[in-house]
């Protein structure tokens, strides 16, 4: 039997909060496990000494051990939602720290510092569900999902607490080209049309080619039944939001009425918008949980990091304009620290929880600036959707086929991140590899069959 804590607590954990802080033995446990039995004994082992390796170096090593632990666990964190991707083959589009959860083995060995200990859960109940609409034609299902239920946290990407889906709007319509394509049913005809929508409610950079429109098209005498478009975004040099798709089935003299006036503006029309919510939005949601990882301690809570955070995103665009992150990365680092100390924003002291421990670690000088910032960059490449810069270029940059490509694509950094902070804390001397090596051992035997 396990003790399950959720994720965020273990964050602050991590960062040396002390047990008692997080968990009040007067009030109802905040972890989920009713054995009082097993409560006690592990609440004794996280306030004993031996939580870490490195407690007694608070100015030297203990800073890099906390850090080398909390990317430990972020990278955990990336490896479940990777498997979730591959095994269910759909985004999650509710992950965050409340239903995450870490688990810390009833019975352990003290061969091990306590907080090096754990394992972690994704959860597999709440999960998005396909977008069911009779009136959508099957091709376009695939691209669109629903949060399992109200997803107002600062953790779901914004798009998800924008608009519902199928929300209307109206537009003008101008047709730029038709063809038509076959009988359907007796006489009635289906076509091709090419349409812009043009709108002061649209801006067009908020759609992705993956986002579902319903044009409907009326004619200027209201006689005239509408025409139903069903179609995707796609590029255009012009004006407006260029939508390419197939009508519903209509009348030859529909047909030759459209033919006839499809040099006409159409002033009263509307669309409908599904805009598609998938694995980037899971990657957003992953980039807030990096920031809660890292940022938050006994002095500054989320509300408050996320805020900052957001204001740092969406004026980020001009300074990685043109810059790629792997082969231009230093220079990125280079100009986001010069931001960051300018503006006073998350010294590397921020990973301590306790005022107490930053106050004696100040400067955190074994933790390298090019690591902090590569920590911070890579969540900003999580939380945005900025082409050639972030790790997906628009909400609905993803593979149907192959969800988890896009986690693919983020496993690779936060593997080559771990492996240098793991080379910065025991790569120094051969004594310390040892004690490395025999520390990833025990704790896999230990939480063996926890992840899930």
């Not at 500054?300 to 790629?324: C, K, N, T, W, Y």
């Not at 792997?326 to 006073?344: A, C, H, M, P």
């Not at 490509?405 to 001397?429: E, T």
Request: proline share 7%.
């Amino acid at each position: 039997m396990s003790l399950l804590i959720h994720y965020d607590k273990y964050c602050d954990l991590s960062g040396g909060a002390k047990w008692d802080q997080l968990f009040d033995p007067m009030l109802p446990s905040d972890s989920l496990i009713p054995d009082q039995a097993i409560q006690r004994d592990i609440a004794s082992r996280y306030l004993s000494p031996d939580q870490f390796l490195y407690s007694d170096d608070i100015s030297g090593l203990y800073p890099l051990e906390i850090l080398w632990l909390k990317w430990n666990l972020f990278t955990e964190l990336c490896k479940g939602i990777l498997r979730f991707h591959t095994d269910k083959r759909q985004p999650h589009l509710y992950f965050h720290p409340a239903n995450t959860m870490i688990t810390i083995p009833a019975y352990v060995t003290d061969t091990l510092p306590a907080r090096w200990i754990f394992g972690l859960r994704i959860p597999d109940s709440e999960i998005s569900i396909p977008f069911s609409d009779p009136d959508i034609p099957a091709q376009y299902l695939p691209r669109l999902f629903s949060p399992p239920k109200d997803s107002q946290s600062l953790y779901a990407a914004p798009i998800i607490r924008k608009r519902p889906p199928g929300h209307e709007e109206d537009v003008t319509v101008l047709i730029r080209s038709k063809e038509k394509v076959r009988k359907h049913q007796g006489s009635e005809i289906r076509a091709i049309l090419q349409v812009h929508l043009i709108s002061e409610n649209i801006r067009p950079s908020e759609y992705s080619e993956m986002d579902v429109f319903n044009v409907i098209l009326r004619f200027n005498d209201e006689n005239i039944p509408p025409v139903n478009i069903w179609g995707s975004k796609i590029e255009s040099p012009e004006r407006g939001l260029p939508i390419k798709g197939n009508t519903e089935p209509i009348t030859p003299a529909v047909w030759e009425v459209l033919e006839k006036e499809s040099q006409s503006v159409f002033y009263k029309s509307k669309v409908k918008i599904y805009q598609s919510l998938h694995v980037p939005c899971d990657l957003y949601s992953l980039g807030m949980m990096l920031f809660r990882t890292f940022l938050i301690n006994d002095n500054q809570d989320f509300f408050m990091v996320d805020q900052i955070i957001h204001r740092i995103a969406d004026s980020l665009e001009p300074m990685v304009q043109g810059l790629d992150p792997d082969r231009d990365k230093d220079i990125l680092i280079r100009r986001l620290r010069t931001r960051f100390i300018e503006e006073r924003l998350f010294p590397k002291e921020t990973i301590l929880f306790r005022g107490e421990d930053r106050g004696r670690a100040e400067g955190c000088s074994f933790i390298q600036d090019g690591i902090w910032y590569e920590i911070i960059l890579t969540g900003l490449r999580l939380i945005t959707w900025i082409p050639g810069f972030s790790f997906c270029r628009s909400h609905g940059d993803f593979d149907i086929e192959n969800p988890q490509y896009s986690m693919d694509k983020v496993i690779r950094p936060v593997q080559d991140l771990r492996r240098r902070i793991r080379i910065d804390l025991f790569g120094s001397r051969q004594r310390n590899r040892e004690v490395l090596e025999v520390c990833d051992m025990i704790r896999k035997e230990l939480t063996a069959g926890m992840e899930i």
